[in-house]
């Protein structure tokens, strides 16, 4: 069965099975496995869009909001999204973060890993509102990113938490989707909404530097701005050299507009784009009208909390969107 037969299942969903489904996108020669995860993100550009799920705390729970689309769909997304996390549970609970990316890859799986990072000047772990959503002052700021400084070495030690897990990943031939400081034109968490290379974008770029200076080769860097302002996106791009993949958080309006989806073209420089964070899935007919998107990740509670069972259903039977069985064929 082709893909775009899948858009008239929705009815049926109870007769789906995966074996109907394993159709190959013309255009993906290879699999991300044996292609790389960004030579297949090109190579869809334009003709699909992969299904993607985060997947939030508890990290002990790695793969739970993937199991709820399953459940809804029968069918898994191809991209699986985890995080690095910031409480103290959930930081102790990395290495089950890791295995299920692992897992994810070895099932064919993109993998993509967001991090909502402690600021350098506390600890480890933190809570939300006193830690990841804290402020640094421009003094602070200042110090931050002077190389060689008290909070510059402890941003760096603050990374270098979480190498041991990359370099298993890389050691396990994993390409990681990784979007360190995302949203970083806003200003909600401490990292974010300060333009400009002695802003939000140089310390994205301090964040490239550090992890490849660490031998981590097999990562592909996703940049990823929040939809507001979207007119400055530029001034925190850092770089056509530090970005792989430039990602559209979709949270203000409840679908990325025209204008977005042209500003994100205009600032990726022909990088493959996609959606990062989405609340309301992508309609087929958004995804048809603003095709470019390679992927979208439905954010956790919200794929249930914000979307109808038919909505969902809808998407992922379309026939320009990719599910997981589709992706494993290669």
């Known amino acids: 069965m082709s893909p775009s037969s899948r858009r008239f299942l929705a009815p049926v969903l109870a007769a789906v099975t995966a074996a109907a489904l394993m159709a190959a996108p013309a ?3 290879a699999t991300p496995q044996a292609g790389g ?6 190579q869809i550009s334009g003709q699909y869009t992969i299904a993607g799920q985060h997947n939030k705390e508890p990290a002990s729970q790695p793969a739970y909001y993937t199991g709820k689309v399953h459940d809804i769909t029968g069918q898994y997304p191809g991209l699986w999204g985890g995080d690095f996390f910031f409480g103290a549970s959930d930081v102790a609970n990395r290495q089950a973060v890791v295995n299920q990316a692992k897992l994810e890859w070895s099932n064919g799986a993109i993998v993509t890993l967001t991090w909502h990072m402690c600021p350098p000047t506390q600890g480890s772990s933190c809570d939300w509102s006193s830690g990841v959503m804290s402020k640094l002052s421009d003094a602070q700021w200042s110090e931050l990113m ?5 909070l510059n070495n402890r941003y760096k030690a603050r990374l270098a ?6 370099r298993q990943l890389q050691d396990a031939g994993v390409q990681v989707l990784f979007r360190p400081l995302h949203e970083l034109n806003d200003s909600w968490a401490w990292w974010g909404g300060r333009p400009g290379l002695g802003g939000s974008a140089g310390l994205y770029r301090i964040t490239h530097d550090y992890f490849v200076g660490q031998g981590l080769t097999s990562i592909v860097w996703n940049w990823a701005v929040k939809d507001v302002n979207m007119g400055s996106i530029a001034s925190f791009y850092p770089g056509d050299n530090y970005v792989d993949v430039a990602a559209l958080d979709v949270w203000m309006k409840a679908n990325s507009s025209a204008s977005d989806y042209q500003a994100m073209l205009n600032v990726s420089h022909g990088k493959p784009i996609a959606l990062g964070e989405t609340g309301t899935i ?5 995804l048809a009208s603003q095709p470019k998107w390679t992927y979208f990740m439905e954010w956790s509670e919200y794929l249930q909390g914000s979307n109808t ?5 809808r ?4 026939g320009r969107v990719l599910v997981l069985a589709e992706m494993q064929r290669g």
């Open 309 to 313: 069972n038919a909505a969902i259903q």
């Open 315 to 318: 998407t992922y039977f379309d």
């Open 37 to 42: 995860t960004l030579n297949y993100l090109k």
């Open 282 to 286: 992508p309609s087929p007919e958004l």
């Open 161 to 166: 938490e979480v190498v041991p897990y990359l």
């Open 27 to 29: 255009a993906a020669v």
């Open 146 to 150: 002077t190389n060689g400084s008290n």
